[in-house]
C-alpha cells in the first residue's frame, strides 16, 4: 500500500522560509514522479511542484516565480519542497503525490495517491 506522509509545515512570517518533506513507503521510490499540490480554503486544489522519476527534472507552476525548490533522496525514500520568500497567499495545506500517470510539464494526473497534507500559514 502506497503511503506518503508529510511533514514540516506551520507558521511563518511573510518573506521567510519553510522546508516540507515527503515519506514514502509502499512502492518504490523511484518508479514514479514526486509532486506537490496545494489547497487553499475555497480554492481548488492546484499542482506546484515535481520531479521526474527517470532522469530527476524539475518543474514548477509559473505563479512560483523562482521560490520554491523541490529535490528527492532515493536512499532515504523522501522528497522535499524548499519554500522561500514566502507570501500570504502560498498559505494552504500542502500535500504529496506520486502515481504512474502524472505530466510533468502540466503537473497535473488522472489519478494520484495522496499524502495527509501538512498545513502552511504565512502572516505578517
Known amino acids: 500500500e502506497v503511503h506518503l506522509r508529510e511533514s514540516g509545515g506551520g507558521l511563518v512570517q511573510v518573506g521567510g522560509s519553510l522546508r516540507l518533506s515527503c515519506a514514502a513507503s509502499g512502492f518504490t521510490f523511484d518508479d514514479y514522479t514526486i509532486g506537490w499540490f496545494r489547497q487553499a480554503p475555497g480554492k481548488e486544489r492546484e499542482g506546484i511542484s515535481c520531479?521526474?522519476?527517470?532522469?530527476?527534472?524539475?518543474y514548477y507552476a509559473d505563479f512560483l516565480k523562482g521560490r520554491f525548490g523541490i529535490s528527492k533522496d532515493n536512499a532515504k525514500n523522501t522528497a522535499y519542497l524548499q519554500m522561500n520568500n514566502l507570501l500570504p497567499e502560498d498559505s494552504a495545506a500542502y500535500y504529496c503525490v506520486t502515481g504512474p500517470t502524472i505530466v510533468p510539464q502540466t503537473i497535473t494526473a488522472k489519478s494520484l495517491w495522496w499524502g495527509q497534507g501538512t498545513q502552511v500559514t504565512v502572516g505578517s
Open positions: 520531479i521526474t522519476n527517470s532522469d530527476s527534472s524539475t
